[in-house]
């Protein structure tokens, strides 16, 4: 199937998709904790059977069986050496479906496509898991699925949008296949992993993915939702493949709660929502199938959105550029050009001034973050990856990424969870020909800087025939003009006195005439002339006003920054002058002449520096000095005053250390507070524990998502590990009760188990990990040996919730009095009332309380 034969087959109906497999495999008698891909093998005629159902019921794309079978999950069942002959075998097993239909009659075309899904193992730096070795694991997986000819590759039920895009990196680079890519979204509209449904689209359909939808998750109604969030912004069909309703267990069954005629009834609302390919997840059968065809079957196809939004992204989150709408920073900081202290923490592998720099611009401002790692001495894409990795961590705006070697671009952008910006491509021949490839396949925008080997253009015309020659390339290449930000290339006024308006020019020709969005690096302007934030902050209103979109400056400068800020509400632009009294309430500057101590005032301040210069005492004639950017303070009259101040920061920045995940530094951090005077329980108890609190309300607020969860878990952890003798040591060991863990029987999904473990240590308890897939009649055993409180049961699987309620029945056979609370991301308190567990939880911050709640303890 080539990917215009799909996009032919979504523009004449829609598409209807096959039901569920897992479940009615389970209705089959496949038991709990076996291998399905070997059950399946094993008795393949009960899988033809279905698969042929779903085709008489009227689907369209069949999905072989092949939904785990990659190395890394088939190694859990010791059948990692078979991972061909089950692909193989199993896309066989659905050809001879297909086969079978047509000797019945059915003359319609079936394709079939290879499925793929998530490892089960977290990547890195939450994990261990390596980017490239992800991407090869899919590759293995899908050399087999190709060399048994499937027709197009579906990656679905996915939770990481990182993991999404090595699977699709997987798929174009070993075959010109379609793909169709759904990600499973929680109650909260996100991932697991804190991506909403617009981030996964325009980063997906931006990487080439022909589908991009939501499954499983939740019943059709709730799904409505994603789908029509989605659409907003979808430039490629979606897909949509909702579970039957919500499970529920009757007689010892866990079964769905809509039946085939409320599940079409309902399902058909996603059709209407913007949904151009559904189908049934957990729980459906072909029966749900065949309804929906009937329901579906006058709807007309969508047509495709052909207008493209100006869009940037992080893993979590969507940034919108609008020609007409807020002007926006890149923060230019983070590069060691001229930075010697910078300069020397690269060379050491240490990135605690980048961090800083990366949160410090956000504070103030910036949209987008720039990253540049030229200089000597180090290894610029080594350190550019782990730069991009680490900063997507601590700030969440898009990336900006900025440097001389295609190498060095194609690496960071190949590790970026969303969707990047290249600074930049010119017609320079190699950057010219390498770099708007590169852009495409990894669907990333770029600034059009307009020049070529001959080198700065000699005048306005020679520039537009570079945009204009740079502009028909990537349109070429299937980028459009939304794909791109030109840069206006500013020269020095002091040496050309036309400089400005040649920018200006440049600026109002790519808006006005050809519908691009602008931006500038401002400093080139005033470069050579004295008191240059003033020309600089000028030059800026002057930029606004012809439509300049963003540039690319240092946020902290106050002057240029509330400039900015002023000109749009002069503009009249949306929400300007809410934005303007907030940014010069916070950051006001003062302009003052040299008083009679000699002070500088903020203009003769050097640019970068001014508002250190910004404060400005109300009860005194003076103005003070400030040590740091936004931050006041006065000197200490006396050595405990210092000491004082020193020890409160020091405490601040342990507080601080576990809110940001900022493993790297915590056991200094520590050490430091405990040279300070401070014991190990006041840094447990006042600093660490009340930190990692906020973490979990900003986690509740969905301010934090599962990556800076885990990331503060893991800073809080390596405080405690270092702490932990010492507290011994002093009798203050808090050992609040002792839980065994596992995710049941049958279930090998264990991210969310794994934070929850990690939590409860950080709290105090201790934990007994037993991992997945464990056995009811282990859990008891641990539960016995150990004279546990409590035990906690994970499962993310709906074929493994009778398990929790086993693992119940033999508590209370055995009369342990340890109580039994359960989780995930199938379970639901009604479950657990139903199955007689003593609580539910529903996420890592929540086992917490209940365990503290369960055991008298709060």
Known sequence: MTKKEFADLISKKIVLLDGAMGSNMQKSGMP????????????????????????????????????????????????????????RELVKLSKQAVRDARLKGNKRKIYIAGDLTMTGEQLSPIGTLDFEELVDVYKEQISYLIKEGVDLFVIETMMSLQECRAAVLAVKETCELPIMVTLTFNDNMHTFYGTDPVTAIVVLQNMGVDAVGVNCSTGPEKM??????????????????????????????????????????????????????VGGCCGTTPEHIKLLKEEIDTKKPHIINQIKRRTLTTERKTLDIDLDGRFMIIGERINPTGKKALQAELRNGELDTVLGMAEEQVENGADILDINMGMNGINEKEMMVNVVREVTMAADVPLSIDSSHIRVIEAALRIYPGRALINSISLEKEKFEKLIPIAKKYGAMFILLPLSDKGLPKDINEKKEIIQTILKEAKRQGLTEEDIIVDGLVNTVGANKDAAIQTLETIHYCKEELGLATVVGLSNISFGLPERQFINSTFLAFAIQTGLTMAIANPSQDLLVNTAFAADLLKGKEEADIRYINRVTKNPVVIKSVNDQGRKSVSEAPADVANQFTYTDKNSDSEKEISGHGTCCNLADNKAQVETQESNQTNQAVY?????????????????????????????????????????????????????????????????DFLEPKLKKDGNEKKLGTIVIA??????????????????????????????DVPSDKIINTAMETKADIIALSALMTTTMLEMKEVIRLRNESGLSAKVIIGGAVITQSYADEIGADGYAKDAGETVVLAKKLLGIL
Not at 232 to 245: C, S
Request: proline share 4%; with cysteine.
């Open 224 to 277: 409505c939702q994603v789908v029509a969030a989605m659409k907003e912004y979808a430039n490629v069909p979606i897909i949509a493949k909702p579970n039957a309703g919500l499970p529920v267990l009757i007689e010892n069954e866990t079964v769905f709660s809509l039946g085939p005629e409320d599940f079409a009834a309902q399902a058909k609302k996603l059709v209407d929502a913007g949904a151009s390919l």
């Open 656 to 720: 601080e250390g576990v809110i940001k995940g900022n493993k790297r530094n915590m056991v200094q951090l520590v050490t430091q507070s405990l040279e300070e005077g401070n014991n190990p329980s006041f840094i447990l108890d006042n600093l660490l524990i009340p930190a990692i609190n906020e973490v979990g309300q900003l986690f509740d607020k969905q301010i934090y998502f599962l990556p800076q969860l885990i990331s503060s878990a893991e800073a809080m952890k390596s405080a405690i």
């Open 743 to 772: 995710t049941v029987a049958g279930d090998v999904h264990d991210i969310g188990k794994n934070l929850v473990v990690l939590m409860l240590k950080n709290y105090g308890f201790q934990v007994v990990d037993l991992g997945k």
């Open 32 to 87: 709990s904790g076996v291998c399905p891909e070997k059950w399946i093998l094993e008795h393949g005629n009960v899988l033809v059977n279905l698969q042929k159902a779903y085709i008489e019921a009227g689907s369209d794309i069949l999905y072989a069986p092949t939904f785990t079978s990659n190395r890394i999950k088939l190694k859990e069942y010791g059948l990692a050496g078979e991972i061909e002959r089950i692909n």
